[in-house]
């Protein structure tokens, strides 16, 4: 496994993109272009990762293919076509979305149409159009769970692999965001055990954060450093070395550089504690 996040400096080369990962001590990245990159730029950086030992784990395609406005949807579509180009140009692990929302409130939010049998035939359509249009050789396809849409649990998500039923079609892991009950919060080593015995064929990249319960009569969950929350990162890390592949770790949603590195400390502690090397 490889454990990578944002980078904070100013970017303006390959050579300083690469200078960067090492001053954090990351061996894998997330895209440094964007699909509008030309091939010299993207060839050179892919190039400079390759000669640093770097992975380039994921290009998000952050947006909604399941809005009820067309052309939303339309635009939505159109982005992860061009995300999942771009990954394959610069041989990226993959390119990742949320499956979106049927809300109108927030692109990825809740709404009550979310865990419908209707809206998962809608995202195995909506993803079999997004990896037959580019028909990948290098990268593939993923989509981050949410508690709140399809893929909500491991099961949900080997169901939709089924149903995609596309070589192009992988799991990004994020098990914080499959934890939408106490009891998966108390006992959340065993969903990761669940989602390794279930996915870990398919796993191409995770994210890493953590996770608190708040002590109000209704339920609240927050996102936090990793550490500073109830994810079980001895059970996470032992589950991902176990599948003997280097997949990428991303840190995410941290306010400053600062954060990362103290998360990216912690993960290192609990890896070196378990004998395994990022």
Known sequence: MRLGGPLFELIDSPDAWVQALRNNGYRAARCPVEPDADDQTVRA?????????????????????LSSDRDTRAQAIEKCIRGLELADRIGAICCVNTAGSRGTFSWYGPDRANLTEETFEMIVETTRKIIDAVRSKRSVFT?????????D?????????????????GVHLDPVNMINSPALF?????????????LGDHIRCCHAKD??????VSVQFDEVRPGMGALDYPT????????????PVML??????????LGAEYIRSIASGEAISL
């Open 153 to 169: 649990s491991p099961a949900s998500y080997l169901r939709l692999i089924q149903a995609i039923d596309r070589r192009g079609f």
């Open 211 to 216: 996770i608190t319960l708040g002590e109000g």
């Open 186 to 198: 108390f006992d959340n080593a065993a969903l990761l055990r669940e989602c390794f015995h279930l």
């Open 143 to 151: 989509l981050e769970p949410m508690p709140w849409i399809f893929p």
């Open 45 to 65: 950086y892919e190039v400079a990762a390759k000669n640093a030992d770097i992975v380039i784990a994921e290009v998000g395609a952050w947006s909604n293919p």
């Open 236 to 247: 996470f890390v032992r589950e991902l070395h176990k599948l003997n592949r280097d997949i």
């Open 252 to 261: 995410e949603h941290l306010p400053n550089a600062e954060e990362y590195r």
